[in-house]
């Protein structure tokens, strides 16, 4: 099975998660991308989406699916994404696509995270794939000081720019011992608007694309 057989297995059983009638949140990557196609399908039995990227909005588009604006709704009953790394306490790194900050404001609005993943997600520890940090471009050296000084690397992500016009950091070298503090501390920097660590609001289930099927966590 390859890894995108993987991730597509998990994003087909990420369509049980969607009441009739919801407003569905929708992340962002090549595994939710698999998850947008089938939710084109069954378009007619939501009430529409909620998108964290410029991508997956015009994905969805392309599809029919209705995108509603983010501050005209309140809350939402699931949200569905990927991941770059997760633990088993359901703890994430996300970012590699550059959609995190939509990504984390779609999240906190959701009462449910769905996130899917292939296996080659699954991490005891955080910090292997680099963490991903948008900063206001004004404070990127300073940014990039600070992230030095807590053990990383960080190294910016050449020509790119966030939907919100922002660059990203990728810093490399971080073992995330306790992603919650961590999350919180990089946060308080001046100039960073978010970072990849979705620990403060984990995930609450995961479906994980694996050789032998889908596997749920928590069970
Ligand atoms: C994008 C993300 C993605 O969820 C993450 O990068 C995983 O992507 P993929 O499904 O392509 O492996 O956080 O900002």
Do not use: W
């Not at 087909?12 to 009739?20: G, K, R, T």
């Not at 699916?65 to 309140?74: Q, Y």
């Amino acid at each position: 099975m390859t890894s995108d057989e993987m991730k597509e297995a998990a994003a087909l059983a990420a369509l049980d998660c969607i009441p009739d009638g919801a407003i569905v949140g929708v992340g962002t990557g090549s595994t939710v991308n698999f998850f947008i196609d089938a939710l084109g399908g069954m378009r007619s039995r939501i009430a529409g989406a909620l998108s964290s990227s410029r991508a997956s909005t015009e994905r969805m588009t392309r599809l029919g699916i209705t995108v509603l604006d983010l501050n005209s709704v309140e809350s939402i009953p699931v949200y569905v994404d990927g991941a770059d790394e997760v633990t088993p306490q359901l703890h994430m790194i996300k970012g590699g696509g550059g959609a995190l900050t939509g990504e984390k404001i779609v999240a906190a609005m959701s009462r449910t995270f769905v996130c899917i993943a292939d296996e080659g997600k699954k991490k005891e520890v955080l910090g292997a794939f680099p963490l991903p940090v948008e900063v206001i471009p004004l404070a990127r050296a300073h940014v990039a000081r600070e992230m030095v000084a807590l053990g990383g690397r960080p190294v910016l992500r050449e020509g790119f720019v966030s939907d919100y016009g922002n660059v990203i950091l990728d810093v490399h070298g971080l073992r995330i011992a306790d992603p919650v503090e961590l999350e919180g501390r990089i946060n308080q920097i001046a100039g960073v608007v978010t970072n990849g660590i979705f620990a403060r609001r984990p995930a609450d289930l995961l479906l994980l694309g694996t050789r032998t099927g889908v596997v749920r966590t928590p069970a």
